[in-house]
């Protein structure tokens, strides 16, 4: 009895001792987590003030932006991990950040609900060829089905054209305004109608050329293919981008309705593009309701998917209606709109 005691007492106090050398790590462990949480929710309060800001920053801040909406869904991730785990004060600054971009992202899946106009309507599709290696029977079998009237073209190559009329665009859009080039700065537009060039944007890297559509309605309208050089491989080419996104054509109030489509290379959370369109300007597939659709689905370069492509319309015209669809062969998704156009 006294020696079985005697071991009960001993294992008592070795048990003690190991828990009293225990408690000092407790802390430490506590306050890891709470530091690891912190440093997640880092990045999304960087770019919810570059974004609230209406800050572009440089090439790689540029890049960082274009990742808005998957860093207020990291964010909501982070910050119901750090509820769960009951760091207070690191949930309600999450979910503060979080919210304050999920806010700005709203109006993206909404359609507006705005009046339509009674004026014509408009198919109209852009798509970037990727050099021209984008799969021309696919795309012009995509013309086909949506009925598409006009269409915006980047990256058109001579060879990508012939290819597109050997698939037969030529005899379902049989006018065209077009620019083809070697590498990425050939542009066009072909359409159901005719055309007549002008000239609204100059002194650009990519060419984009712009037309007039003489439309069977009362009303005409000037369309634009857009290309803006990309703007993260280097500071220089940021400021050529922004510099390009700021010289293209303001809305004409008192003349012809304007559609801008192509490549931006810029989202909705670049103030380079959001500046402009606060011009006059918005996006239909935004209107529609479609506007977290990503256009650019390459994984290799900087990421996930993101909107880089975008239709962008005066606001006298109306967007009911907007999809993305593949391109094989191509970087990007093709981007369709259907627009109603004032009386």
């Not at 207020?72 to 949930?91: D, E, K, N, Y």
């Not at 670049?270 to 918005?282: E, K």
Request: aromatic letters at 4%; charged letters at 20%.
């Amino acid at each position: 009895m006294t020696s079985g005691g005697t071991n009960g007492v001993a294992e008592s106090t070795i048990a003690y001792e190991d828990q009293a050398q225990e408690q000092p790590g407790k802390p430490r462990r506590r306050r890891g987590v709470t530091v690891f949480l912190a440093f997640l929710l880092l990045p999304v309060l960087a770019l919810g003030v570059l974004r609230l800001g209406g800050i572009d920053g440089n090439n790689l801040t540029v890049a960082a932006l274009s990742l808005t909406p998957y860093a207020a869904g990291f964010g909501l991730l982070v910050t119901l991990v750090c509820l769960l785990l009951r760091r207070r004060s690191l949930t309600l600054i999450g979910l503060v950040a979080s919210l304050s971009l999920g806010v700005l992202l709203l109006p993206r899946i909404l359609p507006d609900g705005d009046p339509m106009p009674q004026g014509q309507h408009l198919r109209v599709l852009t798509a970037n060829l990727m050099l021209g290696k984008a799969d021309p029977q696919t795309l012009v079998n995509l013309v086909r089905d949506t009925r598409t009237e006009v269409l915006f073209l980047q990256e058109l190559t001579p060879a990508a054209l012939d290819a597109l009329d050997a698939a037969g665009v030529d005899r379902l859009l049989p006018y065209r305004v077009v620019r083809p080039m070697g590498g990425a700065s050939g542009s066009g537009i072909l359409a159901k109608v005719p055309l007549r060039q002008i000239v609204l944007v100059e002194n650009t890297v990519l060419e984009n050329p712009a037309a007039v559509l003489d439309l069977s309605g009362p009303v005409d309208i000037e369309v634009v293919a857009v290309h803006i050089v990309p703007p993260v491989n280097s500071d220089t080419d940021r400021k050529t981008w922004q510099r390009e996104l700021a010289s293209l054509p303001n809305p004409d109030s008192d003349g012809r309705p304007r559609i801008l489509a192509g490549d931006f290379n810029a989202t909705l959370d670049h103030n380079a593009l959001t500046s402009f369109m606060a011009r006059g300007y918005d996006d239909g597939a935004e209107k529609a309701g479609e506007g977290m659709r990503p256009t650019w689905s390459s994984l290799s370069d900087f990421g996930p998917p993101v909107t880089i492509d975008h239709i962008l319309v005066d606001r006298r015209i109306a967007v009911p209606n907007a999809a993305v669809y593949d391109l094989p062969g191509s970087d990007h998704n093709a981007l369709f709109a259907e627009v109603a156009l004032p009386d």
